[in-house]
């Protein structure tokens, strides 16, 4: 539990397709090393970080802070039981790392265009 009493969460956007598919997707092969839930379930006064933020990243709320995009799926995906857990520890290296972020960035930013994405995917459409 954390210092305010909520155990580690990875709060996602129950909103979107891909994002839930995304989170399905892990939890599926084990790689799920806390529970996910989709932000709007969590009463507003309890959310870690402004909506803002959870419409644009997963936040995994943790004791010691919160970690957003490619570095709370990596945490995540390090607590998990799975041999696959490897691939956290592996994203945690500096190089590694500044790619993840990259790439997260890049597909947060067009989630709308992925496979099972919906209207409410898209944060703000391209002109």
């Known amino acids: 539990m954390s210092p305010d009493g909520v155990a580690p969460r990875l709060l996602f956007d129950g909103d979107c397709g891909f994002c ?15 529970p996910a839930v989709p ?40 607590a998990s039981e799975s041999r696959l857990r490897i691939a956290g520890t592996l994203v945690a290296l500096p190089g590694v790392r500044a790619l993840a972020r990259a790439v997260y960035r890049v597909i947060a930013r067009n989630r709308y265009r992925m496979p099972g994405a919906a209207a409410a995917c898209a944060v703000t459409r391209p002109k």
Not at 20 to 34: H, I, M, P
Not at 60 to 73: K, M, S, Y
């Open 39 to 78: 932000w709007q379930s969590v009463p507003a006064d309890e959310l870690p970080v402004p909506e803002e933020r959870l419409t644009t990243e997963v936040v995994l709320d943790r004791p010691g802070g919160v970690l957003g995009g490619a570095d709370a799926l990596a945490a995540t995906v390090r």
């Open 20 to 34: 839930t598919k995304s989170v399905a997707w892990l939890d599926r092969r084990g790689l799920l090393g806390y």
